[in-house]
């Protein structure tokens, strides 16, 4: 984050943002790989890609709350990062994995 913000100029709330997702992508890791572990119906969490996983991160700490962003939003916004960055089939699977944790989260009508 340090080199980053050194050698890029970053608008101070992008910045804040940032190391506000960080410290919540931290604070919540052994819990995000157990909720992803469980969400994994026909997969294996050592078939889950680097960059799958820590898009879910993201993602799962953006679902958490804290961070005030809508859940719809952090859904879509890690279903992007999967099509920018994942596989061929990533933004599915980003998808699958992050709508069954978040249903699991909302409470019953």
Partial sequence: MEELTESE?????VES??????????ACESAAETQ?????SSWTFERV????????????????GGLGVPPIV???????????FGTKNSEKFINGVLDAIFK????AP
């Fill in 74 to 84: 952090a859904i879509d916004e890690a279903i992007r990062l999967a099509k920018e």
């Fill in 49 to 64: 890609t680097p960059v799958e996983l820590c898009i879910l991160r993201v993602g799962l700490a953006e679902l958490e």
């Fill in 36 to 40: 992803i572990r469980a969400a994994l």
């Fill in 17 to 26: 943002y940032a190391r506000d997702l960080l410290k919540a992508v931290e």
């Fill in 9 to 13: 100029p970053v608008d101070s709330e």
């Fill in 104 to 107: 699991k989260k909302k409470p």
